[in-house]
């Protein structure tokens, strides 16, 4: 009986130790086409689950059977054994649709007990591939833990409470001068004073702009807002064709949203 007991002791730490999560947060991805939608760890394996989207009918994806996971904050790592849904190298699924979804699982030896954030790794790039926009399924410190926040993408939200503060004022009266307006005479009198007195009124503008622009940007919903408006461009533009780093000089080389109102 005592025996009993001891074994049962023994095994109770090893089968406690299975827990799941769905939709973990990820710190980076290299792979924008695909995400982890669940992890579990079981009695025998961990379990990780992806959704790929093929955004071209004609693309194609496939498995490295070298992948593996690791510890995100050790050294442990852990082997690929398994997996279901998706082809091996060289095999690949070719999509027959624009927007084709698939859905795979790759099972890998089971963490220790108390691993917080894995990496999942598939393999390196190399520069070609880098520069023909080849990815892997390759992600960083995924949290065992915590769950990405759910948001409501249709709930609209509108910057408020945004003032600008009036300019100085101005004691002379300001006259603009008709050649001034088409732009052939500078020196017919613009100003019925001290031209000293533009530089206070620009410099009140644009402290007043610049305050209006951080208080904007210190609000955590627009911050957010504006991640996922960049994130949803740069999805339109590989599924156009565009290669990875073509679409990155495209979405850093201008704004996207004006300051005027930002809205989701």
Request: proline share 4%; glycine share 4%.
């Amino acid at each position: 009986m005592k025996t009993k007991l001891l074994l049962l002791c023994l095994m109770l730490p090893a089968a406690a130790f299975c827990q799941s999560i769905t939709s973990p947060m990820v710190a980076s991805s290299d792979d924008h086409t695909t995400t982890i939608t669940k992890v579990e760890v079981t009695g025998q394996n961990t379990v990780v689950s992806f959704k790929h989207i093929c955004y071209k009918k004609g693309s194609w994806v496939q498995l490295n059977k070298s992948m593996y996971l690791q510890d995100a904050n050790g050294e442990e790592r852990y082997n690929y054994v398994r997996s279901e849904g998706m082809p091996l190298r060289p095999a690949k699924f070719t999509a027959t649709a624009d927007n084709q979804e698939v859905d795979f699982k790759v099972y890998f030896e089971k963490l220790k007990p108390g691993t917080k954030e894995i990496n999942v790794i598939e393999r390196a790039r190399s520069l070609a591939e880098l520069s023909d926009g080849i990815t892997y399924f390759n992600y960083y410190k995924v949290n065992l833990y915590k769950s990405k926040p759910e948001t409501a993408i249709e709930e609209r939200v509108v910057v408020r409470d945004v003032t600008l503060m009036p300019p100085p004022r101005v004691d002379d009266a300001v006259t603009v001068d008709t050649a001034y307006s088409v732009g052939t005479n500078f020196s017919s009198g613009i100003f019925k004073g001290d031209m000293t007195n533009l530089g206070p009124i620009m410099s009140g503008m644009y402290t007043s702009l610049l305050n209006a622009q951080l208080k904007i940007y210190s609000d955590p919903a627009i911050t957010d807002q504006l991640a996922r408006i960049t994130k949803n461009y740069y999805d339109a533009l590989i599924k156009a064709g565009f290669s990875m780093d073509a679409a990155l000089k495209i979405i850093t080389s201008k704004q996207l949203v004006s300051m005027d109102g930002i809205a989701k």
